[in-house]
């Protein structure tokens, strides 16, 4: 394992085999034909084909199509056909500065394989090789990568509030961190990928964010989602992130481009530019190419 590997992971899934989920003609999401078929199973509100996956167009308002699909959301989750209910909405779009269709449960993102959005937080300390970085233990009660590596604080971007809000509410949460402290984190980009895994088809955007940290500070998870804190050398990061699967999968792409941006990867590295290209993908924000 490399760091070339772990953006190699981030490779797209054959399309031909998925099926698009169209909303009045435009594709919102992909989705796996296992899972078509048991949308098949609600006639009133699917349109299931061998080529696409259409919501009705009775469903003509976001009130109508949240409401739609929140009932086959319960019904298939009560069959255990989707994950537990996080009883919390992702708005589906074909970007982030779109108005939303509607509104998605959060765990049945993966199946309907719509866009969703996170902040991620690169907190650190000094600069250069003098530099560490402030790591998570995901909680072993989490959903998904139990007791993996994460960022000092980062979570998925609900409907109602902006980034900067989500960020502040987020450091608060898990690292209990100052509104004041959590107002000096930078935007830096983004990290983007499609790809197939166990949960189905993840589709994510994850706007990046670096904060200096004072010395003096020491994060106190608040919500019971991380176990533990580690300050880190960056060169140990980079061990680990390049030797073993110990980061969450997008935790780690995040990483990667952290170590670009700050000149831990050079472009001297004959893999820099297959890095760089797969950081992100350009579907994310309304090209209709893919």
Known sequence: MSLVDRVRLFRLPDLSELRPFLIEGKRLGWILPPFAERLANFPNVFEVGADAVRLKDRYDSYESRSEALAGVVDALARDGALPKLRNERYPVARSFYDRPFLGLERSAVPSFG???????????????????????RRSRHKPTGPLKLDHVVAGGQPIGLSLMENVIKEC??????SAELARRSRPVGFTSYLIRNYEGIRNDVLFCYDIALP??????????????????PIDRVIEVLATTEEFKFNVALVIVDFLVRHGFISPEDPCYPEIVLN???RDHFGDESM
């Open 279 to 281: 950081l992100r993908i």
């Open 114 to 136: 719509t866009l969703a959005y996170g902040v991620h937080l690169n907190g650190y300390v000094g600069e250069g090789r003098d530099m560490k970085m402030w790591i998570g």
């Open 215 to 232: 010395e003096s500070f020491r994060p106190v998870n608040t919500d019971g989602e991380i176990e533990e804190f580690y300050l880190w």
């Open 172 to 177: 608060a949460e898990e690292a209990a961190m």
